[in-house]
C-alpha cells in the first residue's frame, strides 16, 4: 500500500475525522468494526470488566456515543458506582485503534421510551429476561426471554478524550484529542 492511500492519517483533522466516520459506519452497518466495541468498566470488586456491546449512535458535535443494555445487567450497577469507562474498537479496514475514554450517564425515562420504539421487535427480548443477564442458571434452557421496557437502558457515553492508532507499513502514527481542548489533538509516538 502506498502512502497516499492514507493521506487521512497525515494530519490530525483527516486522523480525527477518520475515527468519527469509523463510528458512524458502526452505526449504519451491522459488519462495521465499530458496530461491536470493547467496553471496559470498574467491576464491583475493583476489578477490570471488559465486554461487547453494540454501538447505537454517534453524535460527533456532541461527542456522544450512545449503547443499550438491561438495567440489571452488571455493567449498570459498576457504572453507578463509577461511571468512568472506556470503549476500544480495532477497525481493519483502516487498520486503526480507536481508544475511546468517556463518562457514561444510565438513562431511563422518555429518552429510553423514545429510543425503545426504534428498537427492533425480534431484539427487544434482550430486554427483560429472567433471571437477569448474568444470573445463575443449572441448564442452558433455564432462561426466560421477555420483554420489559422499564428494563431497556440507554448508556449516553460522553467522549473525555479519543486516542487512535493507525499501523500503517510507511510509519505507524499515533494521535491523542481530548475534550478538554475542544479535540485539537497532539500527535503522539506510536
Known sequence: ?????YDWSSTLKGFHDQAWKSLARGVADRRAAARHPTLATVGLNGGAEARTVVLRAADRTDGMLELHTDR???KVAELHANPAASLH??????????????LIRCHQGA???????Q??????????????????IHRPTDYRADTDVDRFMLLLCTVQSMELLHLAEDGHRRALFRRADGFAGNWLAP
Open 1 to 5: 500500500m502506498t502512502a497516499s492511500a
Open 111 to 117: 429518552l429510553a421510551t423514545e429510543r425503545w420504539q
Open 89 to 102: 474498537i480495532w477497525d481493519l479496514r483502516v487498520r486503526m485503534q480507536i481508544r475511546l475514554r468517556v
Open 119 to 136: 428498537v427492533p421487535s425480534v431484539s427487544r427480548w434482550a430486554y427483560g429476561g429472567n433471571p437477569a443477564p448474568g444470573g445463575l
Open 72 to 74: 440489571d445487567s452488571e
